[in-house]
């Protein structure tokens, strides 16, 4: 078998990244998307792809603190509205699918947010607030692209040929999916929500 590097090695390296990704986070942006979410009637995500995957994801973890939310483009998704919340996923914050539902969410008189890692991005334009997670650092391999970044995350590599890598975008992914987490914890604090009152939103017919 071919010699890699060990998971556990590499799941430092990812979570090095995120740490590192986690310490721009401008507070202010965060607070507003905090902010955004309570206020909002309901709340509706979208992404394409594996931003998708942490949309639903986040989605989920909403209806398990007593939001109304739902997921664009499932068959039970209602109409949107004025005082209603889209909350869109794009690294690039140029998919085209998701920059049409964002025009589509403003045209109804909603309110969008959008979490990228590209502040000047087409999406970015429409959206009324964002969340920036800078992961531009980072190369389409997953990797810095400063040898200097390589070394301060402990990623500098030894041969090119065996470096340790992030599957291709995945970093954004899951840098996302963490900030999200963080989300719903705030929101259980805000909400003196714990873990009793999530148990018994879960799903008990899947």
Same mark, same amino acid.
């Given at each position: 078998?071919?010699?890699?590097?060990?998971?556990?090695?590499?799941?430092?390296? &990812?979570?090095?990244? =995120?740490?590192?990704?986690? /310490?721009?986070?401008? /507070?202010?942006?965060?607070?507003?998307?905090?902010?955004?979410?309570?206020?909002?009637?309901?709340?509706?995500?979208?992404?394409?792809?594996?931003?998708?995957?942490?949309?639903?994801?986040?989605?989920?973890?909403?209806?398990?603190?007593?939001?109304?939310?739902? =997921?664009?483009?499932?068959? &039970?998704?209602?109409?949107?509205?004025?005082? /209603?919340?889209?909350?869109?996923?794009?690294?690039?914050?140029?998919?085209?699918?998701?920059? /049409?539902?964002?025009?589509?969410?403003?045209?109804?008189?909603?309110?969008?947010?959008?979490?990228?890692?590209?502040?000047?991005?087409?999406?970015?334009?429409?959206?009324?607030?964002?969340?920036?997670?800078?992961?531009?650092?980072?190369?389409?391999?997953?990797?810095?692209?400063?040898?200097? &970044?390589?070394?301060?995350?402990?990623?500098?590599?030894?041969?090119?040929?065996?470096?340790?890598?992030?599957?291709?975008?995945? &970093?954004?992914?899951?840098?996302?999916?963490?900030?999200?987490?963080?989300?719903?914890?705030?929101?259980?604090?805000?909400?003196?929500?714990?873990?009793?009152? =999530?148990?018994?939103?879960?799903?008990?017919?899947?």
């Amino acid at each position: 078998m071919t010699e890699y590097n060990s998971l556990q090695e590499m799941m430092r390296m &990812i979570a090095k990244a =995120v740490e590192a990704i986690a /310490d721009t986070v401008s /507070d202010r942006e965060a607070r507003e998307f905090v902010g955004a979410v309570l206020r909002a009637q309901r709340i509706y995500v979208a992404g394409a792809g594996r931003s998708g995957l942490m949309a639903k994801a986040f989605a989920m973890r909403l209806m398990h603190l007593g939001f109304e939310s739902y =997921v664009v483009g499932e068959t &039970i998704t209602p109409a949107m509205a004025e005082g /209603d919340l889209l909350v869109a996923f794009s690294g690039s914050g140029e998919t085209r699918s998701i920059a /049409d539902i964002c025009r589509t969410a403003r045209g109804v008189g909603g309110t969008v947010a959008l979490i990228t890692s590209t502040p000047d991005s087409t999406i970015a334009k429409t959206a009324d607030l964002l969340v920036v997670l800078n992961s531009s650092p980072y190369d389409d391999e997953g990797l810095p692209k400063e040898f200097g &970044i390589r070394q301060l995350t402990g990623e500098h590599r030894s041969d090119a040929g065996r470096a340790p890598k992030s599957p291709i975008g995945s &970093i954004y992914e899951t840098a996302a999916g963490v900030f999200a987490d963080s989300v719903i914890l705030a929101l259980m604090q805000i909400r003196h929500c714990g873990i009793e009152d =999530v148990i018994e939103r879960y799903a008990n017919i899947q």
